[in-house]
């Protein structure tokens, strides 16, 4: 497995031990916790990386109360196993054609370079 989708891993690990069902798989069916690909945001040297795991929170439509409710639910949980993974922001994230609700909460992470 590659440094970016093991980290990609811990952070789905954390968010099942606290009750969610993670995945890393971007076709998975909706309401769902996404595991995204990371934005490798700096370098550390000859060392590794600092990236950003974006968790998206992805509800189907209609965008309604209910949906909503699964959010916030779903975010709260987020934050309190990933505190500082601020601004998380709600927005819409397409799927087949499809904007549906979502929130996206930056996880920022530090990878090391396998080579070193």
Known sequence: MNVFDQVRADVAGKLAAAGLTPTLDPAATVPVVLVDAPTVDVSAGVGGWRVTVPVRLVHGPPGDAA????????????????PGAVPAAPGT????????????????????????
């Open 67 to 82: 949906a909503l409710a699964w959010l916030l639910d779903t975010l709260e949980v987020v934050l309190t196993v990933f």
């Open 93 to 116: 994230y397409p799927r087949n054609e499809t904007d549906c609700p979502a929130y996206t909460v930056p996880v920022v992470a530090d990878v090391t370079n396998p080579t070193c």
